[in-house]
């Protein structure tokens, strides 16, 4: 999708999305639950640029632009897509759903109480 406008530049594509999505939960860090979202931005952020801007995925992988398979000499495999569910999930990822699941219940529970 939007890394054809970077052909070939997948690392730097992933490295600013990435950024973007960092600063904004940085000005949005009234709710405690962003940092959740901060600290798994952060850590997809760390293997992503560790791998030359790709995220390692465990299991079968069909050809991607920004995934590649875990081998052996991947970096920082531990932070990769290992999780499994309907796609792979990693440990960022687990944060992120965490913080924006968090943010989901404090804002219902904000309009329920009239705040």
Do not use: H
């Amino acid at each position: 999708m939007f890394v054809s406008l970077f052909p070939g530049y997948p690392a730097i594509f992933a490295i600013v999305i990435f950024l973007l999505l960092y600063v904004i939960a940085l000005i949005l860090t009234r709710n405690p639950c962003w940092w959740f979202y901060i600290v798994g931005c952060a850590l997809n952020l760390v293997v992503v640029a560790a791998n030359g801007g790709y995220m390692p995925v465990l299991g079968r992988l069909e050809a991607q632009r920004i995934w590649i398979p875990l081998t052996p000499e991947t970096n920082l495999p531990f932070l990769a897509d290992i999780f499994f569910l309907p796609w792979g999930m990693s440990l960022g990822d687990i944060f992120i759903f965490t913080g924006v699941i968090g943010m989901v219940i404090r804002g219902a529970i904000s309009i329920l109480k009239g705040v």
